[in-house]
Antibody
């Protein structure tokens, strides 16, 4: 079955970086993109950006430009999201999701909690 | 950026009754290639990731019960649950995938009355 399995929870200090992984299985990885969406405690969903697993093209949310990098490793069918210069308001659950061309995210990972605290 | 605004923020409905959630986009999200609105609805239960219910404003995702339906046109859209079940208690969010950034509504919390 189609599945996205994310890495475990992280606790980071302000100014540090975090890299979250998202292992895909059950489908042809390069036929889809991967979106990253985060959810701060008690808040709504925030789209962070998207990467094509076919050619590595990316599209990032403007408010994260310069701090976020999304990559994929087709040999291991794994997507990665790195966020740098962490602040307390980056504390959130981070989700990866499969993104078909032209339609919305249809399969989601279980989420990774990132806590930024001194 | 396209702003998605949902109403109400919370809703309490009796079991078996109809629940309707509204979503308004700040501009058109009509995809000219297929003349469909790039609007999705997600359901999220506590501690779980979002689940796709509806896409293209009215197409039901595979496996979603037919009591869930989506509608609307222009910039106004609705999610309707025809007969509320206990397992439908969740937060529902609309989402536009017409243009980046792909924005979400703030969410509507649905509870049992």
């Amino acid at each position: 079955q189609v599945q996205l399995v994310q890495s475990g929870a992280e606790v980071k200090k302000p100014g540090a970086s975090v890299k979250v992984s998202c292992k895909a299985s059950g489908y042809t990885f390069t036929n889809y993109g991967i979106s990253w969406v985060r959810q701060a405690p008690g808040q709504g969903l925030e789209w962070m950006g998207w990467i094509s697993a076919y050619n590595g093209d990316t599209n990032y949310a403007q408010n994260l430009q310069g701090r976020v990098t999304m990559t994929t490793d087709t040999s291991t069918t794994t997507a990665y999201m790195e966020l740098r210069s962490l602040r307390s308001d980056d504390t959130a659950v981070y989700y990866c999701a499969r993104k078909p061309t032209g339609t919305p995210q249809d399969v989601w990972g279980q989420g990774t909690t990132v806590t930024v605290s001194s | 950026d396209i702003v998605m605004t949902q109403s109400p923020d919370s809703l309490a409905v009796s079991l078996g009754e109809r629940a309707t959630i509204n979503c308004k986009s700040s501009q058109s999200i009509l995809y000219s290639s297929n003349n469909k609105n790039s609007l999705a609805w997600y359901q999220q239960k506590p501690g779980q990731p979002p689940k796709l219910l509806i896409y293209w404003a009215s197409s039901r995702q595979s496996g979603v019960p037919d009591r869930f339906s989506g509608g609307g046109s222009g910039t106004d859209f609705t999610l309707t649950i025809s007969s509320l079940q206990a397992e439908d208690v969740a937060v529902y969010s609309c989402h536009q995938y017409y243009s980046t950034p792909h924005t979400f509504g703030q969410g509507t919390k649905l509870e049992i009355k």
